[in-house]
């Protein structure tokens, strides 16, 4: 890549707008791959580690918002801790993810955000997820009432799931750590 090449890829709008978010220092990649060596999903997913980096320096907005790659990652941080330069995929990721939400190109074919708006939801209500009806009220919003009904009986036969939810102290202490994270979200974009 010549030195003027190498200046465009850093410099892109997309570019920028990450690094802010999130820290990660994207200029630091040379595609070297172990990233995608070491991710438990570059098999399945659409897009692998070292190509949404890619993407994301050349710009290519559109691609990366509606990828299924930013919602399945499961930021087990495998990707940085295999990096020579430990560029912070995980916390670059989570900023595609809000700009994803946002755009609205959220990928159709994912329910990660519903999952996660559940649980967030029930921790800001109750402290804690009550396992029993996180797992209904996401079966009735993704629309998959019966994929995994065969487990129910068991996991309640082996006290996997509680039948009555239970509610943490500190509602209010909750309620400010959510303010002020919402608050802190909303100044990163």
Known sequence: MTTAAAARVGSTPLVQQIEAASGARLALCFQCQK???????????????????????????REVLSSRMI?????????????????GLPSMIDALRRLSRDAGRVAPDTNVPVFNDI???AVKRMGRVHELTLMAVFKLRARSFFQDAAKLPAMLRKGKLALKPTSVRGRAQRARTFRRVESVEGRKR
């Open 71 to 87: 919602w399945e990652c499961t930021s087990c941080q495998t990707c940085v801790t295999r990096c020579p330069h430990a560029v």
């Open 35 to 61: 990233c995608t060596s070491g991710c438990p999903i570059a098999a399945t997913t659409d897009i692998k580690p070292h190509e949404l980096i890619r993407l994301v320096q050349l710009g290519e907005q």
């Open 119 to 121: 649980f967030l939801g």
